[in-house]
């Protein structure tokens, strides 16, 4: 059974996981620079100072910024139709709040889709992948002023304007989900640019995990991330009504750990507050009644929500529905359940699923069931997996080779439960991987978790030389577009 000849096959990567030359062309800093890198034995912390002693990844990533024709070249070879990649927002407006944009900054993704266009591959932009300007952070504490809605406004009108014959498929924010699962400060931070005073100030490394996190604030904030994605797609269509617009969510699939009725019931209300809370108001337009309960059931002040905001969102719901998706998790009442961690997300164990290297649960039959899930409660939305992928550490043979089977079997699995979807006819346009480069990991910190397609000469003690080589899966995932999945 083939795929449709027009779905989407690709990757995906975000600026700052990638890029590197951080200061270079009058960039910015922005959120990302100020974490450190992680190892096995130490987990990642922020460290909103440069001390020159301390190892910032993204500073220099993959420097994707100097390979990107090499790159995409590589990306070509793979037979790819979509390229998933993020503009770094301080790349454009370095202070967040400049009068002008940044013109090198804007030349660098000219030059980026102009490659892309060479080899007939549609750029997917997403217009913030944890990217926000350090400066609005300080300035303005990120999206938790209602000012910050104008500055990414300006910065979406530039872009659209600029790149309006070049891109086509867009998405506003990596992710605007991730504030409603466990991830604590971590998520406020890198996703609305949010932080606690005392924590902005420190000049001691703290872990993410000890992040403060105030939820009237987070909520607060989300909502106008919401508005600024509303009034972006209402803008966006308003340009180029060819435009198609998605949202992304970090799917945190559950299931209940056992059949007792309060574990189903929890598992429901968890699936409301990570998942739908998001999707419903960014398809449907508006905040829906479960999630106004749970304001109310938490001492949740909604009088952030003002006259007009409904209108915003109603107004501005996007084109498409896109989602991460890496593994699954139960969710129980019981206290003492084993734990496991995933992508930002905390749960119970499942017994019946086995993990990667860095415990995040291996599930394939989940992303079907998420795909039909997600089918059924938005009905005729396109559906797209903008991320999915396996972390693991690589070695490199004598040769040079990479024989990284159990990535292969990893994509297999996902892709044969997304054949699945597709036999049901269930409205799935795409599928790009996560990382199909190796780069830094977001969690982590780390570039020994190695997601790509492609080998990347570079570690987490600082040596390599950024090669680039290719792993057996760069055959098998060039062998499976060439025949539009039908040779798994
Ligand atoms: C998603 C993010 O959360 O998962 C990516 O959109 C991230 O930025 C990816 O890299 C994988 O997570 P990690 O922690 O392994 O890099």
């Not at 990844?57 to 139709?81: N, T």
């Not at 944890?130 to 872009?159: C, H, M, Q």
């Not at 991987?433 to 570039?447: F, H, K, Q, R």
Request: include cysteine.
């Amino acid at each position: 059974m083939k795929f449709p000849k027009s779905f989407l096959w690709g990757g995906a990567v975000a600026a700052n996981q990638c890029e590197g030359a951080y200061l270079s062309g009058g960039k910015g800093l922005c959120v990302p620079d100020m974490l450190l890198g992680g190892s096995a034995t130490k987990p990642r912390t922020f460290l909103p100072i440069n001390d020159e002693n301390a190892f910032y990844p993204s500073h220099e990533a993959i420097d994707f910024y100097h390979h990107y024709k090499e790159d995409i070249a590589l990306f070509a070879e793979m037979g790819w139709k979509v390229f998933r990649l993020s503009i770094n927002w301080g790349r454009i407006f370095p202070n967040g709040d400049d009068n002008v944009p940044n013109e090198t900054g804007l030349a660098f993704y000219d030059s980026v889709f102009d490659e892309c266009k060479k080899y007939g591959i549609e750029p997917l932009v997403t217009l913030c992948h944890y990217e926000i300007p350090w400066a609005i952070v300080t300035k303005y504490n990120g999206f938790y002023s209602r000012k910050t809605i104008d500055l990414f406004l300006k910065y979406a009108k530039t872009v659209f304007m600029r790149y309006k014959d070049k891109v086509k498929y867009w998405l506003t924010f990596n992710e605007i989900n991730i504030p409603c699962m466990d991830a604590g400060g971590i998520g406020d931070l890198y996703g609305l640019g949010l932080i606690d005073k005392d924590d902005l100030n420190s000049s001691e490394p703290i872990l993410l995990t000890d992040l403060k996190s105030d939820k009237q604030k987070t909520f607060t904030a989300l909502h106008h991330e919401f508005l600024a994605s509303a009034l972006t797609v209402k803008m966006g269509h308003e340009i180029n009504p060819e435009f198609v617009i998605g949202n992304m969510i970090a799917h945190e699939t559950v299931y209940p750990l056992t059949p007792n009725p309060e574990d189903v019931l929890a598992t429901l209300d968890r699936d409301n507050l990570a998942n739908n809370f998001c999707g419903d108001v960014q398809v449907r337009g508006a905040y829906p009644q479960f999630i106004l309960n749970y304001f109310e059931e938490n001492g949740i002040d909604t009088s952030f929500i003002k006259e007009g905001d409904a209108e915003i969102l109603k107004e501005g719901t996007v084109d498409m529905y896109t989602f991460s998706y890496y593994q699954s998790h139960c969710v129980t009442v019981k206290k003492d359940a084993d734990k496991v961690n995933g992508n930002m997300s905390e749960g119970a164990a499942n017994p019946y699923l086995k993990s990667t290297e860095w415990g995040w649960q291996i599930d394939p039959t989940g992303l079907l069931y998420t795909i039909q899930s997600l089918a059924d409660r938005y009905p005729g939305v396109p559906l797209m997996v903008v991320e999915n992928g396996m972390g693991a550490i690589d070695k490199v043979e004598e040769d040079g080779s990479i024989h990284d089977d159990y990535r292969i079997e990893y994509f297999r699995e996902h892709i044969r439960a997304m054949r699945e979807a597709v036999r049901r006819k269930l409205p799935l346009i795409g599928y790009t991987t996560w990382g199909p480069i190796d780069l830094v990991s977001a969690g982590t910190g780390e570039y020994r978790k190695r997601y790509g397609f492609i080998y990347v000469d570079r570690h987490d003690d600082g040596t390599g030389d950024f090669s680039r080589r290719r792993k057996d899966s760069f055959f098998w995932y060039q062998n499976l577009i060439r025949t539009q999945g039908e040779e798994l």
